[in-house]
């Protein structure tokens, strides 16, 4: 067993080979002048457990590429898909759209055995393949960094409710979400109901953070209802453009991503749970 470590993911690929005890495999991956992808397996592999991101899109046939060259060399080929992107749709919002999260699913598997996905947007989405698929849940290993650091866990929707309570249990602290009422056409109330957070130190976690809007927000109002200190957490952290500045600026104490995006801000890593399931 090797670890085929792509591009989008070297510090997972890592951490993970050091937990299992296996080697990273000798792949070369190039592109050309023209930005076409080459891999080459540079060693024979009976199973290969490729790591590799769907987000951004060059990632995607980095993926594609690295899983056809397995499958010429190794006897079978698992794949760990740390950022699941193109996973916000779908399903169908509406007529006329494609759903990009099952569309990834019909090509990944193609050359897959079986595949791992660590927080997908939604659950669901593991029934758009038709190989074994295990999820991933990071959140243990999020809410183990913030054990003693915080007095409540805050899902940012109703959507991210069931990671706040997880948190909550390991750390031993309270949970509550942010509910959305809509005023007007163009107005939202976000707000914290039967919690009082003042005083309180606060962990907002979402699955992902992406332009940095729903986690700035997030902060402000608890900004407002005078929160003693405020840290923010996700699983996937894309801060596209300056999200990360901003969601700092506007007041949090500290910014924490896991590993399955390799920034500056990757301070929890998720292989010990994906041991966990490559061991089962
Ligand atoms: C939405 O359903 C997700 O859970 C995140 O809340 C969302 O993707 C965050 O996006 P942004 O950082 O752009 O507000």
């Not at 980095?62 to 992107?85: C, S």
């Not at 990671?163 to 005023?183: D, L, P, Q, S, V």
Request: aromatic residues 6%.
């Amino acid at each position: 067993m090797k670890i085929i470590a792509g591009s989008s993911s070297p510090m997972l690929a890592k951490n993970l080979a050091r937990i299992m005890s296996v080697e990273i495999a000798d792949v070369s991956i190039k592109r050309f002048p023209d930005g076409e992808c080459y891999v080459k397996i540079n060693e024979e592999i009976d199973h290969a457990i490729i790591v590799q991101n769907t987000y951004p899109d060059e990632n995607i046939v980095e993926l594609f590429l690295l899983q056809d060259a397995a499958r010429r060399v190794a006897n079978k080929v698992d794949v760990i898909i740390p950022y699941y992107g193109y996973g916000r749709q779908d399903k169908i919002f509406e007529s006329g759209e494609a759903i990009s999260a099952e569309k990834m699913a019909r090509l990944i598997e193609q050359d897959a055995d079986s595949i791992i996905l660590i927080n997908p947007h939604k659950e669901h989405i593991r029934n758009f393949f038709t190989k074994p698929v295990e999820l991933c849940d990071a959140v243990p290993a999020v809410a183990e960094y913030f054990k003693g650091k915080v007095d409540a866990v805050i899902a940012p929707d109703k959507g991210a409710l069931y990671m706040a309570k997880k948190a909550a249990e390991i750390i031993g602290c309270g949970y509550n979400h942010f509910e959305k009422t809509r005023i007007s056409s163009n107005e939202v109330k976000m707000e914290i109901k039967d919690m009082d957070v003042e005083d309180k130190r606060l962990l907002i976690l979402d699955d992902i953070i992406s332009t940095g809007g729903t986690m700035r927000k997030a902060i402000e109002l608890l900004k407002e209802q005078k929160a003693a200190s405020i840290y923010a957490a996700c699983i996937h952290g894309l801060f596209i453009g300056n999200a990360d500045e901003r969601i700092l600026q506007a007041g949090c104490s500290e910014l924490v991503a896991t590993d399955t995006i390799e920034t500056a801000y990757s301070k929890v890593s998720v292989a010990k749970e994906v041991a966990k399931l490559l061991r089962l």
